[in-house]
């Protein structure tokens, strides 16, 4: 289970906040793969690139900022400021899960903006969540799968990092119909857009630096390991926009020699 904090998010982003996931999720580790590319990456030599971009990104900037964030913040501020930044994601939700006839997914996301902002103090507490509104994928990405929408090539975007065709075009779609991108336009809305996205990439860096550091530890191949972990959440992702429901499974561990349970 070691990356499902880290890139369940695909909501409230900016490049900022993707440097602080996607550029962390690079490692130490690159192994070039050899001269053959994987049929299912056909731009590898470009997004290795890409990827080592990312690593200098984290190394040198993301990950201490984030380490500075969480000293400075006790737990319970960094707690409040999360849950403010996660309902400002439920009425993009709310539209892709109707997008993706799913009413009763769109239901719920209706309900807990609500709850969580009236009842919840503006979204600083999760109060849907302990009366059980449980939180809804939905994303532009999602909702081009739903219609048909092939994957197309798996590219690993600047600042963004992994994505592919399909899921890059959705999320640009995304970052301009999630608040306060949606509500705020001209030089309020590029200083407050920043200012939001800044904290919330900050936040999501600093919740999962222990467990970052451990996968680059461990990655014998960074670069693989994290394209297979982060497609197997994808994955998951597109079969409930599909309304396909299933037990949550541990994702597999590409690493772990074949005669070996995974944990």
């Not at 507490?125 to 994957?151: N, R, V």
Request: with cysteine.
């Amino acid at each position: 289970m070691i990356c499902q904090d880290v890139v369940r998010e695909r909501g409230r982003v900016s490049p900022l906040v993707i440097a602080a996931l996607c550029s962390a999720l690079a490692g130490c580790a690159n192994l070039s793969g050899g001269g053959q590319h994987a049929p299912d990456d056909p731009l590898e030599p470009l997004n290795r690139a890409v990827f080592d971009t990312n690593i200098a990104l984290d190394d040198a900037i993301i990950r201490p900022l984030a380490q500075a964030y969480r000293t400075i913040l006790p737990e319970f501020v960094r707690d409040r400021i999360r849950s403010v930044i996660d309902n400002l994601a439920e009425p993009r939700i709310f539209v892709n899960d109707l997008l993706q006839r799913r009413a009763d997914a769109a239901g719920i996301s209706l309900a807990r903006f609500f709850l969580n902002t009236i009842v919840g103090a503006g979204g600083m507490f999760d109060y849907a969540t302990a009366h059980g509104y449980a939180k809804q994928s939905g994303d532009f990405g999602q909702t081009l799968y739903t219609w048909g929408t092939d994957d197309g090539p798996y590219i690993v975007l600047l600042f963004f990092g992994p994505s592919n065709m399909r899921d890059a075009f959705g999320l640009g779609v995304d970052l301009f119909t999630t608040p306060p991108a949606l509500v705020l336009t001209g030089h309020a809305g590029t200083v407050t857009n920043f200012a939001v996205g800044a904290v919330d990439g900050m936040d999501l860096r600093a919740r999962n630096i222990e467990t970052l550091d451990e996968i680059k530890a461990s990655a014998l191949d960074l670069y693989s390991h994290l394209k297979s972990i982060t497609r197997q959440r994808r994955d998951a992702q597109l079969r409930e926009a599909q309304g396909i429901k299933q037990e949550p499974q541990e994702l597999i561990d590409p690493d772990a020699p074949v005669d070996r349970p995974q944990p």
